[in-house]
């Protein structure tokens, strides 16, 4: 459902922004699957965690941008063409990167199914996008109407998601297990805002561009990684998804809103200083 609903907001123009102006949409897509996955890695040694709990850390690390990443962007004012591409193609390529990454980073930790992950992937993702792509296509304009509303189901969706998984885990919910990764995920989304927000400054992009690149990164289809956690895995495994579909969506909630306020008390006084936003030489480059 979330997954078809994006498809239905993707047009032709999308993919062939990809294709136009690739740099940015691939230095954010590069930028999401090597900090993520670095990060819950990272944050798996420091904090001793074992077997399905690490597994199931990395394994949301691992995950695409999050749909969640496309409202809380908007909601702060960013580049929608930017945030909309890097979405699409990490997705798209999930179906490859997760299995590779769950291999490399938690193979010690639990056996990775990589082939059939690569199959569920593909199904619980790619297949969705595409029939939602073709919808869109041939019924575009009837669907306008129902697109406005895509956000909120999404939202509902994902909180049926998390509702699901909560009913599944609620005997491992409140467990001393429970208790270590609540700051991993903290932390986990937290450095990937951090570090996705840094990245974009250092390739000197303009203040839209740098928000989308910070939702990007720092935001995880965690619906998808609960999903796979309790096929694959242990219901254990899919606490670290659960959590982290809660927090991301209570943080993003809070750094939307003030990079909004924000963002208005600099335009008014950068308006009244120059009258114009500074272009940087690296947007001139790739925008």
């Given at each position: 459902m979330i997954l078809f609903g994006m498809g239905l907001t993707l047009t032709g123009q999308d993919f062939r922004r990809i294709v136009q102006k690739p740099v940015p949409v691939l230095l954010g897509t590069v930028a999401h699957y090597l900090i993520m996955p670095s990060l819950a890695w990272l944050l798996c040694l420091v904090f001793q965690l074992k077997g399905a709990t690490a597994a199931g850390v990395i394994l949301v690390g691992a995950c695409p941008s999050g749909t969640s990443s496309s409202v809380m962007a908007y909601l702060a004012g960013r580049d929608v063409a930017l945030d909309v591409s890097i979405e699409a193609l990490s997705t798209l390529l999930a179906p490859v990167m997760l299995p590779m990454i769950l291999y490399l980073f938690a193979g010690q930790y639990v056996k990775v199914p990589t082939q059939s992950l690569f199959m569920s992937t593909l199904e619980i993702v790619v297949l969705p996008i595409v029939c939602g792509v073709v919808v869109h296509t041939f019924f575009g304009k009837r669907l306008a109407p129902v697109l406005d509303f895509l956000p909120i189901v999404s939202q509902l969706a994902i909180l049926a998601i998390i509702g699901a998984v909560v009913s599944a885990n609620h005997a491992n919910l409140f467990t001393a297990a429970t208790a270590i990764v609540i700051p991993v995920v903290m932390l986990h989304n937290l450095l990937g805002y951090t570090l996705g927000y840094l990245f974009s400054r250092l390739l000197r992009l303009r203040q839209p561009q740098q928000k989308a690149l910070t939702f990007e990164v720092g935001?995880?289809?965690?619906?998808?990684?609960?999903?796979?956690?309790?096929?694959?895995?242990?219901?254990?495994?899919?606490?670290?998804?659960?959590?982290?579909?809660?927090?991301?969506?209570?943080?993003?909630?809070?750094?939307?809103?003030?990079?909004?306020?924000?963002?208005?008390?600099?335009?008014?006084?950068?308006s009244r200083t120059t009258g114009v936003w500074r272009m940087r030489p690296w947007s001139r480059l790739m925008f």
């Open positions: 935001m995880q289809d965690s619906s998808l990684g609960a999903t796979l956690a309790l096929t694959y895995f242990s219901p254990a495994a899919a606490i670290a998804s659960t959590l982290f579909s809660i927090w991301h969506n209570i943080s993003g909630s809070v750094l939307s809103s003030w990079w909004k306020s924000h963002t208005r008390k600099v335009w008014r006084r950068w």
